[in-house]
């Protein structure tokens, strides 16, 4: 295929990207209604038990998606202290992997959407993601023989890391280098005269790496950023310590992530759009070892049977609609307050999991 065919696709794609997203969730559901081992007798009560999850879902994967942390960091903590109030107490590896499988199809339908903005820089992405995987499967495989009460202690411990760095971290939108009022000429793609301009993306969208380094990136809607991909020693430190909290609480990574993206002067739109492709792919990666991986460390062994499908079938669409919804939200609110917000919730949320942990 010619790389104008290829561009062609990409770019059709992404302009209709809204449908394809939701048609993921939609085989999701079906797939699990006709093939998932499901409880004999199993029927529309079943189905119906957990349709109040939805709303649930959808709030909490919008947050999470605005400010680019992983959904897992609000889902599990809402499974093991608000689910068991209209339901009933969950095991830490169940609770973990709904989490994770929601999370899978909610951040991945967000990095769709924020590649279609232009603010993801895929190559910085795969060296992260390659650098995550085995401390993710070596997380994930850990979260199957370690006790309830460690557990506990050591998501409160990063939910409170989480906290800190989440207040430490300054995610208010900068001005773009490239904006309407900076004196530049105005070319026909809509950006400035000297700037990248990719046919196989929407809008004046495109980028461009100069000889020493220096990317230059133009989103959809005109607007430019500088920057450079050193540093990935220092984010490779903490993408690695995210990465084990990832496969073993099913969030981490998007939290360090973003703090070390932000501190080696990744501009931060750029830096919550990447951070997306990061935490979807290590949480797809996290859901199927937490499905599949029991066996291969000895523990107690998570078959597709001992699965929640009744539950995943109204978290999953509600975390896509999430992931859909929070690149506008983030153009429109300021992200500084919802990272406050999120960041108290943290501290609260692991102030409980230490008591917990103590027998209180």
């Known amino acids: ?6 561009s062609h696709v990409q770019k059709l794609f992404l302009k209709y990207q809204h449908i394809l997203v939701f048609i993921a969730p939609v085989l999701f559901i079906a797939t699990v209604f006709t093939a998932a081992p ?9 189905w119906l038990q957990y349709w109040w999850l939805f709303p649930v879902f959808v709030l909490g994967a919008t ?25 009933h107490p969950l095991e830490p590896a169940t609770l973990v ?6 999370e899978a199809f909610g951040l991945s339908s967000s990095a769709v959407a924020f590649i279609q903005y232009g603010l993801v820089d ?19 495989l850990l979260s199957f023989i370690i006790p309830e009460v460690v557990f506990h202690t050591l998501l409160g411990i990063a939910l409170l890391a ?25 070319a026909t793609d809509g950006g400035t005269v000297n700037l990248p301009n990719d046919p196989g993306k929407l809008g004046p969208a495109g980028v461009r790496t100069d000889d020493d380094g220096i990317v230059t990136r ?16 220092r984010r490779f430190a903490n993408y690695s310590i995210g990465g084990t909290f990832q496969g073993l609480a099913g969030f981490g990574v998007g939290e360090l992530g973003i703090i070390s993206m932000l501190s080696t002067k990744v501009p931060v739109r750029v830096a919550i759009g990447t951070n997306h492709i990061v935490v979807a792919l290590t949480a797809i990666l996290a859901s199927l070892v937490h499905v599949f991986g029991g066996g291969l460390v000895g523990g107690h062994s998570l078959s597709l049977a001992s699965t929640p499908w009744n539950m995943v079938v109204f978290t999953v669409p509600a975390t ?13 609110l300021d992200t500084d307050t919802i990272k406050n917000f999120v960041g108290a919730l943290f501290g609260v949320i692991s102030l409980a999991l230490f008591l917990m942990a103590l027998g209180f």
């Open 97 to 102: 992997k709904v989490g994770l499988i929601s």
């Open 162 to 186: 989480a906290a800190y760095l989440l207040f430490k971290a300054d995610l208010d939108h900068e001005e773009p280098s490239g904006s309407s009022d900076s004196g530049q000429a105005a």
């Open 38 to 46: 499901t409880p004999t007798g199993a029927g529309t009560d079943y």
């Open 122 to 140: 895929r190559r910085l992405a795969l060296s992260l993601v390659a650098g995550s995987i085995p401390f993710v499967v070596g997380g994930a």
């Open 218 to 233: 133009v989103d959809r809607e005109g607007d430019d950023y500088r920057y450079d991909r050193g540093g990935y020693l």
């Open 1 to 6: 295929m010619s790389t104008q065919s290829l």
């Open 63 to 87: 947050t999470v998606n605005t400010v680019g942390i992983s959904g897992s960091a609000l889902f599990v903590p809402f499974l093991i202290f608000i689910f068991p109030i209209f339901a």
């Open 320 to 332: 896509v609609l999430g992931g859909q919804i929070a690149p506008y939200v983030s153009n429109a």
